[in-house]
């Protein structure tokens, strides 16, 4: 989910299920491909230096306005291999 917050901007909510988030990083979100600069992680309420998996946190971005992200979006490193959306792919459903 994504909420606006009067006073601190867009805040895109969810589950970190690998890696680290952590505030002064460059996410991108896809599959909009949009970039951006996470400002402020928190969880319950309380800043947190990073996020690990497992964690449900909210975390507040810079110039992305609630209209430009959807609930099922992914954010992930800029600089790792930045995730993308796919016009394909093979699965096989066991």
Request: aromatic fraction near 6%; charged fraction near 20%.
């Amino acid at each position: 989910d994504v909420y606006k917050i009067g006073g601190i901007g867009t805040v895109p909510v969810g589950r970190v299920e690998t890696g680290i988030l952590k505030p002064g990083m460059l996410v991108t979100f896809a599959p909009a491909a949009l970039t951006t600069e996470v400002k402020s992680v928190e969880m319950h309420h309380e800043a947190l230096t990073e996020a690990l998996p497992g964690d449900n946190v909210g975390f507040n971005v810079k110039n992305i306005s609630v209209k430009e992200l959807r609930r099922g979006y992914v954010a992930g490193d800029s600089k790792n291999q930045p995730p993308r959306g796919a016009a394909d792919f093979t699965a096989q459903v066991i």
